[in-house]
């Protein structure tokens, strides 16, 4: 008798069966990593909004101009990390203030036309930020997450981000505005970048 069809399987399918297995466990392993860091920043920030000594409610700048004020002296004298990003695209940085420098090692000439992934890896937690982002969107005037942000030299800190928008003279969405505030370093791990 000869084999059926139905139960033959061809050369490609043989090859591309394991493939497919692979990158479906590889996915759902990323999924489920990336569960993990959500669920354990979000405890980390109920425990930082119970803990009086770390302040999580910051007055947002409304406009750029509050932000990253022309006045050099203002602008580096406020305590805040800040960081203002574009609105659109990659969310591209287009300037920063002293705090931000010091906590994320970047020069601000070194962060203008980037995006943030160049404060991003491994345990970043990229569904918080998504999630933060596009509460923005839907209109609401501050979003806060804690995520893990890598410095220039590659070291690792817990960061509470607060995100709100930036809007010219007739209420028109121009820019985001993030203040970075380091709740603590992250160690005994490799660096990462």
Not at 37 to 42: L, M, T, W, Y
Not at 124 to 146: H, I, K, M, P, W
Not at 147 to 176: A, I, V, W
Request: aromatic fraction near 6%; charged fraction near 30%; glycine fraction near 6%.
């Amino acid at each position: 008798n000869p084999p059926h069809h139905s139960t033959m399987s061809t050369p490609a399918d043989q090859q591309t069966t394991p493939i497919k297995k692979y990158q479906f466990v590889r996915r759902l392993k990323s999924r489920l990593a990336r569960r993990r860091i959500r669920k354990e920043d979000e405890k980390i920030l109920r425990a930082a909004r119970d803990d009086a000594t770390i302040q999580t409610e910051f007055d947002l700048p409304k406009t750029v101009k509050d932000a990253l004020p022309d006045d050099a002296e203002k602008k580096n004298n406020d305590g805040r990390a800040i960081v203002v990003t574009e609105c659109t695209g990659t969310f591209n940085m287009i300037g920063c203030n002293k705090a931000w420098e010091n906590l994320c090692g970047y020069a601000e000439c070194e962060i203008q036309g980037k995006d943030s992934s160049i404060l991003q890896g491994p345990e970043t937690n990229y569904d918080g930020l998504r999630d933060a982002v596009s509460r923005l969107f839907e209109g609401e005037q501050q979003a806060t997450v804690v995520t893990t942000n890598y410095r220039k030299d590659g070291s690792r800190f817990k960061n509470l981000l607060t995100l709100g928008p930036l809007r010219d003279d007739n209420g028109k969405l121009t820019h985001f505005v993030a203040i970075l505030k380091n709740i603590g370093d992250v160690k005994d791990a490799p660096k990462y970048h």
